[in-house]
Structures are given as C-alpha cells and as structure tokens.
Nanobody, 115 residues
Framework: QVQLEESGGGLVQAGGSLRLSCTAS????????IGWYRQAPGKERELVAS???????NYGDSVKGRFTISRDNAKKSVYLQMNNLKPEDTAVYYC?????????WGQGTQVTVSA
C-alpha cells in the first residue's frame, strides 16, 4: 500500500503562484507513476501532471507551460509548481500514485484562485 499526504494549497490571486507537495509512504522508485489530478465542482477529475517510471512526463493541456512537476526521490516527494494561476484552476488537487496493479489517492488539497 501507499499513503500520500499533500500540502501547499491555499488562496491566491490570478497570476500568482503556488507549490504543492506530496509525500509518499514508500520509495518513489517502486511506483509505476506518481502525479497530480484535480477536480473542480461539478466536473470530472482530470490529469494535471504525472511522471512515470520510464521518465515520461505528461501534462494536462490546460496547464502546459504554466505548471511543472518535479520529484525528490530522497524525500519520497513530488511537487507541482503552479505559475500564472487562473480562476479556472480552482479545484481540489489530489496526489495520485500507481503501485503494482493498484491506484492510490491522497486526501486532496484545495486551491482557490480569485479573479
């Protein structure tokens, strides 16, 4: 099993920046993938960014060029740097990990961007 703990959400004005952190309970080397999803009210959960064991990084179309995912294997952590935030980025952001044949989720952290 994998436990994921997120932090770093909050309220920010449009154009501002936030950095989210997710710490896993096990080494990142054993994970098939780790990354971030988000869910806005009334909408489906969507991919924000993920990094796979192959090294491949994927971004959702709406965040390309503004968000950057990174990882620190020694700290068992993955980060999401969010720049030039827009009101439409408002959502609960979830850390996600794939381990063996299972998928794990953190509890989520709220990001609110005011106009």
């Amino acid at each position: 099993q994998v436990q994921l703990e997120e932090s770093g959400g909050g309220l920010v004005q449009a154009g501002g920046s936030l950095r989210l952190s997710c710490t896993a309970s096990r080494s990142l080397f054993g994970l098939n993938a780790i990354g971030w999803y988000r869910q806005a009210p009334g909408k489906e959960r969507e991919l924000v960014a993920s990094t796979r064991i192959s090294g491949r990084i994927n971004y959702g179309d709406s965040v390309k060029g503004r968000f950057t995912i990174s990882r620190d294997n020694a700290k068992k952590s993955v980060y999401l740097q969010m720049n030039n935030l827009k009101p439409e980025d408002t959502a609960v952001y979830y850390c996600n990990a794939e381990f063996l044949s299972s998928t794990y989720w953190g509890q989520g952290t709220q990001v609110t961007v005011s106009a």
